[in-house]
């Protein structure tokens, strides 16, 4: 799932989240709790977000890097407003997309 944004935006994806997992040194699972935590949630957003930018630039052939500090002033321009809007989306299962089925093979 992409947002696109003026001069920047977020691919989420299973490499956005593997990247939000090395950066944050937790599992997805665990970095979705520490945003609920209080103290924690401002970090635990700009890790997510941070996996996001990196597969974004990637995928668009963006040489620059972004960097948590850079990120962090990404989200600010956007607003939490918005930032929260795409994250709630980014959370949502495609509307087209079937659970996967058992096979019963590894």
């Known amino acids: 799932m992409i947002f696109d944004f003026d001069g920047f935006g977020f691919k989420f994806g299973m490499y956005a989240t593997a990247v ?15 945003m609920t935590v209080d103290s924690d949630y401002q970090m635990a957003l700009i890790h997510y977000f941070y996996g996001a930018a990196v597969s974004y630039n ?9 960097t948590l500090d850079k990120v962090g002033d990404l989200i600010e321009k956007i607003g939490l407003e918005e930032a929260l809007r795409v994250f709630n989306e980014s959370i949502q299962m495609p509307k087209n997309s079937e659970a996967p089925k058992e096979t019963g093979q590894m």
């Open 58 to 66: 990637e995928s668009k052939g963006i040489k620059e890097k972004p």
């Open 20 to 34: 939000s997992q090395k950066s944050a040194g937790v599992s997805l699972a665990d970095l979705f709790k520490q």
